[in-house]
Protein backbone atom coordinates (compact mmCIF):
# COMPACT_ATOMS: atom_id res chain seq x y z
CA UNK A 1 0.00 0.00 0.00
CA UNK A 2 3.05 2.08 0.91
CA UNK A 3 4.32 1.72 -2.66
CA UNK A 4 1.07 2.37 -4.43
CA UNK A 5 0.54 5.86 -2.39
CA UNK A 6 4.31 7.10 -3.08
CA UNK A 7 3.39 6.08 -6.60
CA UNK A 8 0.38 8.14 -6.49
CA UNK A 9 2.38 11.37 -5.29
CA UNK A 10 4.71 11.01 -7.72
CA UNK A 11 2.38 11.03 -10.58
CA UNK A 12 0.27 13.82 -8.78
CA UNK A 13 3.28 16.24 -8.00
CA UNK A 14 4.35 15.33 -11.72
CA UNK A 15 1.15 16.39 -13.18
CA UNK A 16 1.16 19.65 -10.56
CA UNK A 17 4.18 20.50 -12.26
CA UNK A 18 3.49 19.74 -15.90
CA UNK A 19 0.00 21.79 -14.99
CA UNK A 20 2.24 25.20 -14.19
CA UNK A 21 4.54 24.69 -16.79
CA UNK A 22 1.34 24.76 -19.57
CA UNK A 23 -0.30 27.51 -17.66
CA UNK A 24 2.64 29.55 -17.81
CA UNK A 25 3.06 28.27 -21.97
CA UNK A 26 -0.23 28.89 -22.56
CA UNK A 27 -0.77 32.17 -20.94
CA UNK A 28 -2.10 35.52 -23.00
CA UNK A 29 -2.17 38.99 -21.69
CA UNK A 30 -4.64 41.01 -23.51
CA UNK A 31 -4.04 45.43 -23.81
CA UNK A 32 -4.18 47.92 -26.39
CA UNK A 33 -3.64 51.54 -26.74
CA UNK A 34 -0.88 53.92 -27.35
CA UNK A 35 1.42 54.28 -30.43
CA UNK A 36 3.91 56.38 -28.49
CA UNK A 37 5.64 53.39 -26.41
CA UNK A 38 4.72 51.08 -28.38
CA UNK A 39 8.49 49.99 -29.43
CA UNK A 40 9.53 50.00 -26.15
CA UNK A 41 6.61 47.65 -25.41
CA UNK A 42 7.09 45.46 -28.03
CA UNK A 43 11.03 44.82 -26.59
CA UNK A 44 9.76 44.34 -23.17
CA UNK A 45 6.58 42.07 -23.92
CA UNK A 46 9.08 40.15 -26.28
CA UNK A 47 11.77 39.75 -23.71
CA UNK A 48 8.73 38.88 -21.03
CA UNK A 49 8.14 36.19 -23.17
CA UNK A 50 10.80 34.61 -23.82
CA UNK A 51 11.85 34.69 -19.74
CA UNK A 52 8.43 33.59 -18.34
CA UNK A 53 6.51 31.99 -21.46
CA UNK A 54 3.90 34.33 -20.77
CA UNK A 55 2.52 35.69 -23.80
CA UNK A 56 1.41 39.44 -23.94
CA UNK A 57 -0.44 40.73 -27.19
CA UNK A 58 -0.58 44.49 -27.48
CA UNK A 59 -2.13 46.00 -30.19
CA UNK A 60 -0.91 49.99 -30.89
CA UNK A 61 -4.32 51.96 -31.55
CA UNK A 62 -3.90 54.54 -29.88
CA UNK A 63 -4.21 56.08 -26.12
CA UNK A 64 -8.21 57.02 -26.89
CA UNK A 65 -9.27 53.76 -27.97
CA UNK A 66 -7.30 51.97 -25.64
CA UNK A 67 -8.93 53.92 -22.62
CA UNK A 68 -12.25 52.40 -24.56
CA UNK A 69 -11.19 48.81 -24.52
CA UNK A 70 -10.00 49.17 -20.84
CA UNK A 71 -13.19 50.53 -20.27
CA UNK A 72 -15.77 47.75 -22.30
CA UNK A 73 -13.13 45.61 -20.05
CA UNK A 74 -12.33 43.94 -23.98
CA UNK A 75 -8.73 44.08 -22.70
CA UNK A 76 -6.57 43.24 -19.39
CA UNK A 77 -5.06 46.52 -19.51
CA UNK A 78 -4.92 49.62 -20.90
CA UNK A 79 -2.10 52.08 -22.75
CA UNK A 80 -1.77 55.67 -22.28
CA UNK A 81 -0.01 58.81 -22.80
CA UNK A 82 -2.56 61.05 -21.14
CA UNK A 83 -3.93 60.16 -17.60
CA UNK A 84 -7.40 59.24 -17.44
CA UNK A 85 -9.72 62.06 -17.17
CA UNK A 86 -11.93 62.19 -13.92
CA UNK A 87 -15.17 61.50 -16.55
CA UNK A 88 -12.75 58.55 -17.93
CA UNK A 89 -12.51 57.13 -13.92
CA UNK A 90 -16.76 57.50 -13.49
CA UNK A 91 -17.30 55.47 -16.54
CA UNK A 92 -14.91 52.78 -16.03
CA UNK A 93 -17.27 52.31 -12.50
CA UNK A 94 -14.35 50.78 -10.37
CA UNK A 95 -11.18 52.13 -9.00
CA UNK A 96 -8.40 52.43 -11.96
CA UNK A 97 -4.38 52.45 -10.73
CA UNK A 98 -2.17 54.47 -13.16
CA UNK A 99 0.73 52.52 -13.82
CA UNK A 100 3.44 54.49 -15.14
CA UNK A 101 6.43 52.93 -17.32
CA UNK A 102 8.95 55.18 -18.92
CA UNK A 103 8.84 58.97 -20.39
CA UNK A 104 9.21 59.98 -23.56
CA UNK A 105 9.46 63.03 -25.55
CA UNK A 106 7.35 64.29 -28.45
CA UNK A 107 9.35 65.87 -31.17
CA UNK A 108 9.13 68.07 -33.91
CA UNK A 109 9.48 66.58 -37.06
CA UNK A 110 10.08 67.81 -40.72
CA UNK A 111 10.98 67.19 -44.34
CA UNK A 112 13.03 70.27 -45.82
CA UNK A 113 15.84 69.92 -48.78
CA UNK A 114 19.23 68.83 -46.60
CA UNK A 115 16.71 68.90 -43.26
CA UNK A 116 19.02 71.39 -40.86
CA UNK A 117 18.38 71.44 -37.18
CA UNK A 118 16.05 74.05 -36.85
CA UNK A 119 15.07 76.03 -33.37
CA UNK A 120 11.54 76.56 -32.45
CA UNK A 121 10.51 79.15 -30.19
CA UNK A 122 7.14 78.13 -28.15
CA UNK A 123 4.92 80.67 -29.77
CA UNK A 124 6.31 79.90 -33.25
CA UNK A 125 5.42 76.42 -32.98
CA UNK A 126 2.21 77.37 -31.85
CA UNK A 127 1.46 79.74 -34.75
CA UNK A 128 2.35 76.57 -37.30
CA UNK A 129 -0.21 74.76 -35.76
CA UNK A 130 -2.61 77.34 -35.69
CA UNK A 131 -2.25 77.83 -39.16
CA UNK A 132 -0.87 81.82 -38.53
CA UNK A 133 2.99 80.86 -40.17
CA UNK A 134 2.02 78.92 -43.66
CA UNK A 135 6.30 79.61 -44.95
CA UNK A 136 9.21 78.04 -43.88
CA UNK A 137 10.92 81.51 -44.68
CA UNK A 138 8.36 83.32 -42.20
CA UNK A 139 10.81 85.86 -40.41
CA UNK A 140 9.11 84.24 -37.13
CA UNK A 141 11.49 81.00 -37.87
CA UNK A 142 14.07 83.22 -39.03
CA UNK A 143 14.71 84.91 -36.03
CA UNK A 144 15.70 82.00 -34.45
CA UNK A 145 17.70 79.92 -37.02
CA UNK A 146 19.81 83.46 -38.53
CA UNK A 147 22.64 80.57 -39.53
CA UNK A 148 20.26 78.84 -41.26
CA UNK A 149 18.79 79.41 -44.97
CA UNK A 150 15.03 78.60 -44.57
CA UNK A 151 13.84 77.83 -47.96
CA UNK A 152 10.35 79.68 -49.71
CA UNK A 153 8.17 76.72 -49.05
CA UNK A 154 5.00 75.82 -48.03
CA UNK A 155 4.58 74.43 -44.81
CA UNK A 156 1.84 71.53 -44.35
CA UNK A 157 0.87 70.39 -40.92
CA UNK A 158 0.58 66.86 -40.11
CA UNK A 159 -1.09 65.63 -36.77
CA UNK A 160 -2.51 62.29 -34.90
CA UNK A 161 -6.37 61.80 -36.93
CA UNK A 162 -7.17 59.13 -34.04
CA UNK A 163 -7.59 59.65 -30.41
CA UNK A 164 -3.88 59.87 -29.07
CA UNK A 165 -2.05 60.58 -25.72
CA UNK A 166 0.90 62.00 -27.98
CA UNK A 167 -1.32 64.35 -29.28
CA UNK A 168 -2.85 65.14 -25.15
CA UNK A 169 1.27 65.83 -24.73
CA UNK A 170 1.59 67.96 -27.81
CA UNK A 171 -1.77 70.01 -27.00
CA UNK A 172 -1.09 70.64 -22.90
CA UNK A 173 1.87 72.22 -24.09
CA UNK A 174 0.86 74.28 -26.04
CA UNK A 175 -2.19 75.42 -24.28
CA UNK A 176 0.61 75.96 -21.67
CA UNK A 177 2.73 78.27 -23.77
CA UNK A 178 -0.38 80.18 -25.92
CA UNK A 179 -3.42 81.84 -24.90
CA UNK A 180 -4.70 81.80 -28.49
CA UNK A 181 -4.34 78.15 -28.58
CA UNK A 182 -5.85 77.55 -24.86
CA UNK A 183 -8.74 79.24 -25.88
CA UNK A 184 -8.89 77.40 -29.50
CA UNK A 185 -8.49 74.31 -30.18
CA UNK A 186 -7.07 73.40 -26.60
CA UNK A 187 -5.76 70.13 -25.00
CA UNK A 188 -6.69 66.66 -25.48
CA UNK A 189 -6.32 63.29 -27.10
CA UNK A 190 -8.53 64.68 -30.09
CA UNK A 191 -8.94 68.33 -31.23
CA UNK A 192 -10.19 70.24 -33.75
CA UNK A 193 -7.39 70.95 -35.66
CA UNK A 194 -7.28 74.43 -37.02
CA UNK A 195 -5.04 73.21 -40.37
CA UNK A 196 -3.10 70.42 -41.68
CA UNK A 197 -3.60 66.81 -42.51
CA UNK A 198 -4.01 63.68 -40.46
CA UNK A 199 -2.40 60.22 -40.17
CA UNK A 200 -3.20 57.14 -37.86
CA UNK A 201 -0.85 56.47 -34.79
CA UNK A 202 2.94 58.03 -34.67
CA UNK A 203 4.36 55.53 -37.31
CA UNK A 204 1.35 57.50 -40.13
CA UNK A 205 1.84 60.95 -39.14
CA UNK A 206 6.56 59.79 -39.07
CA UNK A 207 5.24 58.11 -42.57
CA UNK A 208 3.51 60.86 -43.86
CA UNK A 209 5.94 63.50 -42.74
CA UNK A 210 8.65 61.61 -44.52
CA UNK A 211 7.17 61.25 -48.18
CA UNK A 212 5.65 65.12 -48.10
CA UNK A 213 8.15 67.89 -48.81
CA UNK A 214 7.72 70.42 -46.82
CA UNK A 215 5.71 69.05 -43.96
CA UNK A 216 6.00 68.98 -40.41
CA UNK A 217 4.74 66.91 -37.25
CA UNK A 218 4.71 65.62 -33.87
CA UNK A 219 5.75 61.88 -32.84
CA UNK A 220 7.78 60.15 -30.05
CA UNK A 221 10.97 60.38 -30.65
CA UNK A 222 12.05 57.02 -31.70
CA UNK A 223 10.08 57.27 -34.74
CA UNK A 224 11.96 59.70 -36.05
CA UNK A 225 15.06 57.96 -35.29
CA UNK A 226 14.10 55.14 -37.05
CA UNK A 227 12.83 56.92 -39.52
CA UNK A 228 16.13 58.65 -39.65
CA UNK A 229 14.38 62.28 -39.73
CA UNK A 230 15.28 65.72 -37.79
CA UNK A 231 13.93 66.25 -34.64
CA UNK A 232 13.37 70.37 -33.88
CA UNK A 233 15.41 71.71 -30.84
CA UNK A 234 12.57 73.71 -28.62
CA UNK A 235 13.07 76.70 -26.36
CA UNK A 236 11.96 76.05 -23.26
CA UNK A 237 10.37 77.84 -19.89
CA UNK A 238 14.17 79.36 -19.45
CA UNK A 239 14.89 80.33 -22.26
CA UNK A 240 17.20 77.56 -23.28
CA UNK A 241 17.29 75.68 -26.63
CA UNK A 242 16.90 71.95 -25.64
CA UNK A 243 17.60 69.25 -27.89
CA UNK A 244 14.86 66.01 -26.69
CA UNK A 245 17.59 63.39 -25.34
CA UNK A 246 16.54 60.79 -22.28
CA UNK A 247 18.83 62.82 -20.31
CA UNK A 248 16.69 66.10 -20.43
CA UNK A 249 13.18 64.21 -20.79
CA UNK A 250 14.66 62.87 -17.32
CA UNK A 251 15.11 66.39 -16.19
CA UNK A 252 11.63 67.52 -17.37
CA UNK A 253 10.49 64.97 -14.44
CA UNK A 254 11.87 66.60 -11.83
CA UNK A 255 8.94 67.55 -10.19
CA UNK A 256 6.82 65.53 -6.72
CA UNK A 257 4.36 63.07 -8.64
CA UNK A 258 0.94 63.04 -6.49
CA UNK A 259 0.41 59.14 -5.34
CA UNK A 260 -1.70 58.79 -8.37
CA UNK A 261 1.12 59.43 -10.59
CA UNK A 262 -1.27 61.58 -12.49
CA UNK A 263 0.41 64.29 -13.56
CA UNK A 264 1.82 66.59 -16.38
CA UNK A 265 5.04 67.64 -17.35
CA UNK A 266 4.81 69.75 -20.30
CA UNK A 267 6.58 73.11 -20.44
CA UNK A 268 8.79 72.07 -17.44
CA UNK A 269 10.52 75.21 -15.00
CA UNK A 270 13.85 72.48 -15.33
CA UNK A 271 16.33 74.59 -16.86
CA UNK A 272 18.28 71.96 -18.58
CA UNK A 273 14.55 69.85 -19.22
CA UNK A 274 12.96 69.07 -22.56
CA UNK A 275 9.74 70.87 -22.75
CA UNK A 276 7.38 68.54 -24.52
CA UNK A 277 7.69 65.73 -22.43
CA UNK A 278 5.39 62.68 -20.77
CA UNK A 279 4.89 59.83 -18.58
CA UNK A 280 3.40 56.49 -20.18
CA UNK A 281 0.99 54.77 -18.22
CA UNK A 282 -0.39 51.50 -18.57
CA UNK A 283 -4.21 51.19 -16.33
CA UNK A 284 -5.69 48.82 -14.58
CA UNK A 285 -8.59 48.30 -12.49
CA UNK A 286 -7.61 47.57 -8.98
CA UNK A 287 -10.21 45.15 -8.15
CA UNK A 288 -8.82 42.50 -10.37
CA UNK A 289 -11.90 39.70 -9.48
CA UNK A 290 -14.65 40.87 -12.67
CA UNK A 291 -16.24 39.13 -15.24
CA UNK A 292 -14.26 35.82 -15.80
CA UNK A 293 -11.28 36.65 -14.58
CA UNK A 294 -9.11 34.04 -12.77
CA UNK A 295 -6.93 34.75 -9.92
CA UNK A 296 -3.95 33.26 -11.89
CA UNK A 297 -5.04 35.72 -14.73
CA UNK A 298 -5.03 38.82 -11.76
CA UNK A 299 -1.30 37.18 -10.56
CA UNK A 300 0.13 36.80 -14.23
CA UNK A 301 -0.79 40.57 -14.89
CA UNK A 302 0.81 42.09 -12.09
CA UNK A 303 4.29 39.98 -12.10
CA UNK A 304 4.10 41.58 -15.79
CA UNK A 305 3.84 45.08 -14.46
CA UNK A 306 6.58 44.64 -11.93
CA UNK A 307 8.98 43.35 -14.39
CA UNK A 308 8.20 45.97 -16.62
CA UNK A 309 8.53 49.04 -13.69
CA UNK A 310 11.85 47.39 -12.31
CA UNK A 311 13.87 44.61 -14.35
CA UNK A 312 11.83 45.78 -17.76
CA UNK A 313 13.63 49.71 -17.45
CA UNK A 314 16.95 48.78 -18.51
CA UNK A 315 15.44 48.44 -22.22
CA UNK A 316 14.03 51.57 -22.33
CA UNK A 317 17.32 53.64 -22.61
CA UNK A 318 18.53 51.66 -25.77
CA UNK A 319 15.45 52.75 -27.46
CA UNK A 320 15.32 56.39 -26.44
CA UNK A 321 12.65 56.60 -23.74
CA UNK A 322 13.94 57.81 -20.33
CA UNK A 323 13.69 55.13 -17.05
CA UNK A 324 11.62 55.76 -14.72
CA UNK A 325 12.93 58.11 -11.83
CA UNK A 326 13.37 56.80 -8.32
CA UNK A 327 10.68 58.96 -7.20
CA UNK A 328 8.10 57.71 -9.63
CA UNK A 329 9.58 53.56 -9.22
CA UNK A 330 8.44 54.15 -5.37
CA UNK A 331 4.95 55.93 -5.95
CA UNK A 332 4.46 52.72 -8.64
CA UNK A 333 5.50 50.07 -6.02
CA UNK A 334 2.79 51.25 -3.71
CA UNK A 335 0.32 51.34 -6.55
CA UNK A 336 1.45 47.70 -7.83
CA UNK A 337 1.01 46.30 -4.22
CA UNK A 338 -2.61 47.76 -4.00
CA UNK A 339 -4.02 45.46 -6.29
CA UNK A 340 -6.27 43.30 -5.23
CA UNK A 341 -8.37 40.22 -6.30
CA UNK A 342 -11.54 39.50 -4.12
CA UNK A 343 -10.40 42.29 -1.51
CA UNK A 344 -7.14 40.33 -1.13
CA UNK A 345 -3.66 41.68 -2.02
CA UNK A 346 -2.17 40.00 -5.11
CA UNK A 347 1.59 41.13 -4.16
CA UNK A 348 2.51 41.30 -1.15
Not at 294 to 316: I, P
Request: charged share 20%; glycine share 10%; net charge positive.
Amino acid sequence: MRKIFNAIMVITITLCLFSSVSFSADMEILGAGATFPLPLYTKMFDTYNKNTGVKVNYQGVGSGAGITQFINKTVDFGATDAFMSDEEMKQAGAEVLHIPTALGAVVLTYNLPNNPKIKFSPETIADIFLGKITKWDDPKIKADNADISLPDMNIAVVHRSDGSGTTHIFTDYLSKVSADWKKGPGTGKSINWPTGLGAKGNPGVAGLVKQLPGSIGYVELIYAIQNKMPVGVIKNKSGVFIEPTIKSTTAAAGIALPADTRASITDTSAKDGYPIAGFTWLIIYKEQKYGNRTKEKAEALLKMLWWMTHEGQSLAEPLQYAPLPKDAVAKVDAILKSAVYGGAKILK
